[in-house]
């Protein structure tokens, strides 16, 4: 499943229950692939293999804008 940018903006819910699912979602600017949206144990996994520390999400981030 893929997104534009502006689509994801409109459609997050239903890229984050994806990712709650299992599934990975490509987000896309101007048609051409630019993040990936997985579920958060993928990336653990991923930067566990590649020898990353673990990611730091114990505190949540201010809303920036």
């Known amino acids: ?3 534009t940018a502006g689509e994801a903006r409109l459609h ?3 890229i984050l229950s994806a990712a709650e ?3 990975q979602v490509v987000i896309k600017r101007y048609e051409t692939p ?3 949206v997985v579920p958060i144990e993928w990336a653990e996994r991923a930067r566990a293999a590649l020898g990353e520390p673990p990611l730091d999400i114990t505190e949540p981030k201010e809303n920036v804008r």
């Open 34 to 36: 630019t993040a990936l």
């Open 12 to 14: 997050m819910r239903d």
């Open 1 to 3: 499943e893929s997104y």
């Open 21 to 23: 699912r299992g599934e």
